[in-house]
């Protein structure tokens, strides 16, 4: 299950020490944790453990309170920004523009002008290129393939995925999980935030379980569901 | 990979525009609200020609400014709208990019405003240049890049605050008085024939270079600010 092209035993992603205060609130609690590439990595626990949180702070996108984040080796992330892809919770996109449209767009912020890497981004996600329709015509699931595509077009070395499944049909959540699988299998890392950890775990090297702000476990099983709450179960199901 | 800021500029700016055009949520809102001014103050006041050439001056920025306020906090909003700041903030693409497209975007807003309202202030207010007309259009440019450069800036650092929409006036206007000023004495100096206009336009030039380079140099940390 792992990827042969990029792995090395080099980590990808370096915590030292994170921590991160929402006003008095910790919802990071001092992490040290590496990841290694060509790895694809499940992130899981109850809601408020600290999960997306986690992976804002990776993305660059919030400031951590507390430690540092090393990226490919780099401490300020924007120099390794064109390495990075992200996909929030929400899907990152404009309503009022077609899929296509959306593409270019965000191609371009990266440098790429070239059309074809765009429509190959959408066919790697079962989208059709030629539809001629507004984003926010879309139905949810086909914003979180879009939202993918986004996150993935100009190849990043390492992938953030925030409940990438979210309102996505069981078929096509199958379908996305496998897409990650070759993503992971050409080398990148892949760190995953989701509930829906029977779904990954065909693909997933490793599961990482948060709670209340820290790494508690990282296991090649996936966590039972005993160890999950009421609430997570029932947002899984 | 590098990213050019012209690029990016040229790529936002296109895709605002496009936004704008298949929406229209800042134009129709900005005409319908300084048409509405126009109209209020022409039966407010009722001036003859005489008058009115010594008072268009400050309502026709008044208009203006209001108007262009509406257009500033759409300016953000579409950018928050399924967090898509967010998509630009993890790319390598340069902050202060997004910024100058972001400020030409809403500076060619406001003039087609300018160009469609002008005509309406003429006829309401019995307007005739007493000045050289050149010197309208200078007023005009440089006037309007003042408002939008330091409204695009405000908006963007008051777009995480809870009320945005009353936020940026009362930010905004404070800020804008010394360039509302020498707008103001300038329109109606051209309009009166009475003066020449020079320090003013000076004084404007001068205003819109030191916030023009004031708000480059401190968007990114607005951009990047939790």
């Known amino acids: 299950m792992t990827g042969t092209d990029e792995t090395s035993c080099e980590p990808v992603i370096k915590l030292d020490n994170l921590v991160k205060f929402f006003g008095r609130f910790a919802a990071l609690r001092g992490i040290s944790q590496s990841f290694v590439a060509g790895q694809l990595y499940v992130v899981v626990g109850d809601n408020g453990a600290g999960k997306s949180t986690l992976l804002r702070v990776v993305a660059g996108l919030t400031q951590p309170s507390q430690g540092s984040v090393t990226l490919l080796g780099a401490c300020n992330i924007r120099n390794v920004a064109h390495s990075v892809g992200y996909m929030g919770h929400a899907p990152l996109l404009y309503d009022e523009l077609s899929g296509m449209e959306n593409l270019r767009y965000f191609a371009g912020l990266y440098g790429i002008a070239d059309d074809s890497v765009c429509r190959a981004a959408m066919r790697q996600v079962g989208l059709d290129p030629e539809l001629q329709r507004r984003v926010g015509q879309y139905s949810q699931g086909m914003r979180q393939r879009l939202s993918l595509a986004r996150a993935v077009l100009h190849d990043p070395k390492l992938i953030l995925l925030d409940e990438p499944f979210s309102n996505v049909d069981a078929h096509s959540a199958r379908e996305m999980a496998t897409v990650l699988g070759q993503v992971r299998d050409r080398g990148k890392t892949i760190l995953v935030v989701t509930h829906q950890t029977a779904l990954m775990e065909p693909v997933a090297d490793e599961f990482v379980q948060m709670s209340e702000g820290k790494i508690v476990s990282r296991s090649r099983q996936r966590p039972s569901p005993q160890s999950s709450t009421l609430s997570s179960e029932l947002e899984r199901i | ?226």
Do not use: H
């Open chain 2, 1 to 226: 990979m590098l990213v050019s800021s012209i690029s990016v500029t040229r790529s936002t700016l296109l895709k605002d525009i496009r936004l704008e055009w298949r929406s229209k949520d800042a134009i129709n809102s900005m005409l319908f609200f300084a048409l509405l001014v126009v109209v209020i103050f022409s039966f407010a006041f009722d001036p003859n020609a005489e008058e009115s050439r010594r008072i268009a001056g400050g309502l026709i920025w008044v208009a203006f400014l209001f108007a262009a306020v509406v257009a500033l906090n759409q300016t953000w909003a579409r950018e928050l709208r399924n967090q898509v700041l967010d998509a630009y903030r993890v790319s390598p693409a340069p902050p202060n990019a997004l910024f100058l497209a972001k400020a030409v975007g809403n500076f060619l807003f406001v003039t087609i405003l300018e160009l469609l309202m002008a005509p309406l202030f003429v006829v309401f207010y019995q307007l005739r240049s007493e000045g050289p007309l050149w010197q309208l259009v200078v007023v005009a440019l440089l006037g309007t890049w003042a408002l939008v450069v330091n409204g695009t800036f405000f908006a963007a650092l008051s777009i995480r605050t809870r009320n945005r929409e009353i936020m940026l006036p009362l930010i905004l206007f404070p800020i804008s008085i010394p360039a509302l000023l020498a707008m103001v004495d300038t329109t109606t100096i051209v309009l009166t024939g009475d003066g020449t206009p020079d320090f003013w336009l000076k004084m404007l030039l001068v205003y819109d270079v030191v916030f023009t380079l004031v708000c480059l140099l401190l968007f990114e940390s607005v951009l990047n600010a939790e």
